[in-house]
């Protein structure tokens, strides 16, 4: 059979569900056959040909096409990906990116990632600066296993801990770090209610954010200052109507330089704040 049949039997099943783009296409393909589906010197065989159209069934149920993949970019490595953790999402290279900016001038700054899920923050920092030392905070039994598998892959050294991001201020010393991350759960009850077809297949825990979205914010904004050195830095993503409520936050506990950046739709997506 010839890619261009294969595709296009694929697509058919594509359209029956959520999403039935090229991309989609072009992954499910490469997955199949080990080849681009541009590449017409190859013919699909049976079985090449039957695993495609199980995954083309797969993404057309609603799966996502990265727990289908199992692997996914971020940035300029790869991770494991899968339902013990949520997917992340091409913004959390932003704060990723400003985290980075915010160690270069450190050489061996003490980093905390709270929320940690993948661990992408935590690596991200780990890579832009060797010489930090990185923690990573999940409460997730299961997705602190896949943390722990990816920091195994990408040969990073870290350390992880499972714990609640809410309560692990308590058991640390003050004036630990030069910069704390956080993507932390910040979507209402409602609007997970209205995207619930498509965020179905990742665990519910890491979206919820309490009735407003701020829980964690409200939280991590205030207690978690003192765990900061001076000069030192915490950095949030944010929901795209979520910038003024989490300035308010960092400007009502103190901080200052505080600074909003947007996502590649111009949306504001990361807050981040300095202390004295």
């Given at each position: 059979?010839?890619?261009?049949?294969?595709?296009?039997?694929?697509?058919?099943?594509?359209?029956?569900?959520?999403?039935?783009?090229m991309?989609?296409?072009?992954?499910?393909?490469?997955?199949?056959?080990?080849?681009?589906?541009?590449?017409?010197?190859?013919?699909?065989?049976?079985?090449?040909?039957?695993?495609?159209?199980?995954?083309?069934?797969?993404?057309?149920?609603?799966?996502?096409?990265?727990?289908?993949?199992?692997?996914?970019?971020?940035?300029?490595?790869?991770?494991?990906?899968?339902?013990?953790?949520?997917?992340?999402?091409?913004?959390?290279?932003?704060?990723?990116?400003?985290?980075?900016?915010?160690?270069?001038?450190?050489?061996?700054?003490?980093?905390?990632?709270?929320?940690?899920?993948?661990?992408?923050?935590?690596?991200?920092?780990?890579?832009?600066?060797?010489?930090?030392?990185?923690?990573?905070?999940?409460?997730?039994?299961?997705?602190?296993?896949?943390?722990?598998?990816?920091?195994?892959?990408?040969?990073?050294?870290?350390?992880?801990?499972?714990?609640?991001?809410?309560?692990?201020?308590?058991?640390?010393?003050?004036?630990?770090?030069?910069?704390?991350?956080c993507?932390?759960?910040?979507?209402?009850?409602?609007?997970?209610?209205?995207?619930?077809?498509?965020?179905?297949?990742?665990?519910?825990?890491?979206?919820?954010?309490?009735?407003?979205?701020?829980?964690?914010?409200?939280?991590?904004?205030?207690c978690?200052?003192?765990?900061?050195?001076?000069?030192?830095?915490?950095?949030?993503?944010?929901?795209?109507?979520?910038?003024?409520?989490?300035?308010?936050?960092?400007?009502?506990?103190?901080?200052?330089?505080?600074?909003?950046?947007?996502?590649?739709?111009?949306?504001?997506?990361?807050?981040?704040?300095?202390?004295?």
């Amino acid at each position: 059979m010839t890619p261009n049949e294969a595709c296009r039997l694929a697509m058919k099943v594509l359209e029956k569900g959520p999403s039935h783009n090229m991309n989609d296409l072009n992954v499910l393909y490469e997955l199949s056959t080990g080849h681009m589906r541009y590449d017409l010197t190859h013919d699909v065989s049976e079985e090449e040909f039957g695993k495609l159209m199980e995954l083309a069934e797969r993404r057309a149920s609603g799966e996502p096409l990265q727990y289908i993949s199992g692997i996914w970019p971020f940035l300029d490595f790869e991770i494991m990906v899968d339902r013990r953790a949520l997917i992340p999402r091409p913004e959390t290279e932003i704060l990723a990116e400003t985290a980075a900016e915010l160690l270069k001038d450190l050489s061996h700054p003490e980093v905390l990632d709270l929320c940690s899920g993948t661990g992408v923050l935590a690596f991200s920092a780990k890579r832009s600066c060797p010489g930090a030392n990185v923690t990573a905070v999940e409460l997730s039994q299961d997705a602190s296993a896949l943390l722990w598998e990816n920091a195994a892959k990408l040969s990073l050294d870290i350390d992880i801990v499972v714990a609640d991001a809410l309560a692990y201020h308590e058991s640390i010393p003050d004036s630990g770090f030069d910069l704390i991350i956080c993507n932390p759960p910040y979507i209402t009850p409602e609007d997970y209610s209205s995207n619930f077809d498509e965020l179905k297949e990742e665990p519910k825990m890491a979206f919820l954010g309490g009735d407003d979205g701020l829980d964690f914010y409200r939280t991590i904004i205030p207690c978690y200052k003192s765990k900061l050195r001076s000069g030192g830095h915490m950095a949030f993503e944010i929901g795209n109507d979520q910038a003024e409520a989490v300035t308010a936050l960092f400007r009502e506990s103190g901080y200052h330089d505080i600074t909003v950046r947007k996502d590649y739709s111009s949306l504001d997506r990361i807050v981040y704040a300095a202390v004295n």
